[in-house]
């Protein structure tokens, strides 16, 4: 049976980059669709749309998420925050600063996803949430030390094909310090 426009769409509110922002939504709408195409906020890139390049990585309540995999519905009520609302005004993010003074990209197209990755990553650490890397021995543990591999690990969901990594993995370990 054919579902009419209302029975398809539903409005909900997100709260993106701390602002309130309502919008009519058909339920398929993905939350990268979602900010590029509704809330022009084209900072945050699709590349694959299948949850496997990390382009589209934003942080969701602080948790870093691929935006292509999450209806934006489901996001009703909760805080997004795209590459665009890391910045205090004029002021970048510690890690954005980071990627600029490391020249941590080349096209720039993985570099919105990057960044945001890096942010929830720094916290991830911050907190003691090991990786698949993380010493046995450091478990439990205070803050996880952001060791080369730990930051190669922790990134691997995020692809770069310019091939930008040492020069990503040098921009965390600046960050990080
Ligand atoms: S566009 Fe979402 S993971 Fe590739
Ligand atoms: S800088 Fe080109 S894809 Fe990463």
Redesign the pocket.
Known sequence: MDQTLSERASTVTLRVNGTDRSLTLDHRTTL?DALRDHLDLTGT?????????????VLLDGRRV????LFAVACAGRSVTTVEGLTDGEVLHPVQEAFVARDALQCGYCTP?QICSAVALLDEAARGEPSHVTPPERLPGGPVPLTPDEIRERMS?NICRCGAYPNIVAAIEEAAR
Request: glycine letters at 30%; hydrophobic letters at 15%; proline letters at 0%.
């Open positions: 990268l890139k699709k590349g694959c749309d299948h949850g496997q390049c990390g382009a589209c990585t691929n935006g292509c995999l996803g969901g």
